[in-house]
T-cell receptor
Framework: KNQVEQSPQSLIILEGKNCTLQ??????????LRWYKQDTGRGPVSLTI?????NTKSNGRYTATLDADTKQSSLHITASQLSDSASYIC????????????FGTGTRLLVSP | GAVVSQHPSRVICKSGTSVKIECRSL??????MFWYRQFPKQSLMLMAT?????????EQGVEKDKFLINHASLTLSTLTVTSAHPEDSSFYIC???????????????FGPGTRLTVT
């Protein structure tokens, strides 16, 4: 069964600190992997998208990595800000005719002052 | 990037009434639209998929007679929750997918969500 697992489930860090969120997946065949940020009461917003051949991609203070061999991805947040408090969702797209999205359960990040 | 809007952003309705939620792709034609439901502290759960001009495909366990989906044009899909009950209270998110610029299927873009509260 295609699954996406994220860890930790929740995380509290101090403002200014860095953190890394993990995503392991079993989705096959693989098309791409996206990290989304979802603020409370809002829809998901894409942070990064990575295909099979990409190892690292950055978007400002967000850096995503992908190891397609071990089927692992991480999202590193540098110099966290209070506005980074949100849920971060890892989503893998199947490389099938329907291109279904498989969602992780998310990591809830709280950045405290 | 592509923009998807939803209306309303919040709605409160009484038990037994129906409520309609609109989803629009603002700057691209969405060949496929998706409706998700999200309960507190949980991830998005796909409810149904609709292609323009055809009947929606519902996920297992989702009542098609309760959640009516209409995808009448390439830029508009509606979800109608009929005879709403308090357990239908949730966050509903739509997503739209257009054609890939070169081949195959494009990416999905998410709307901002609609908070439904049934009293």
């Amino acid at each position: 069964k295609n699954q996406v697992e994220q860890s930790p489930q929740s995380l509290i860090i101090l403002e200014g600190k860095n953190c890394t969120l993990q995503c392991n997946y079993t989705v096959s065949p693989f098309s791409n992997l996206r990290w989304y940020k979802q603020d409370t009461g809002r829809g998901p917003v894409s942070l990064t998208i990575m295909t099979f051949s990409e190892n690292t991609k950055s978007n400002g203070r967000y850096t995503a990595t992908l190891d397609a061999d071990t089927k692992q991805s991480s999202l590193h947040i540098t110099a966290s800000q209070l506005s980074d408090s949100a849920s971060y969702i890892c989503v893998v797209r199947e490389n099938t005719g329907f291109q279904k999205l498989v969602f992780g359960t998310g990591t809830r990040l709280l950045v405290s002052p | 990037g592509a923009v998807v809007s939803q209306h309303p952003s919040r709605v409160i309705c009484k038990s037994g009434t129906s409520v309609k939620i609109e989803c629009r792709s603002l700057d691209f034609q969405a060949t496929t639209m998706f409706w998700y439901r999200q309960f507190p502290k949980q991830s998005l759960m796909l409810m149904a998929t609709s292609n323009e001009g055809s009947k929606a495909t519902y996920e297992q366990g989702v009542e098609k007679d309760k959640f009516l989906i209409n995808h009448a044009s390439l830029t508009l899909s509606t979800l109608t929750v009929t005879s709403a009950h308090p357990e239908d209270s949730s966050f509903y998110i739509c997503s739209a997918r257009g054609p890939h610029p070169y081949r195959g299927l494009g990416e999905q873009y998410f709307g901002p969500g609609t908070r439904l509260t049934v009293t």
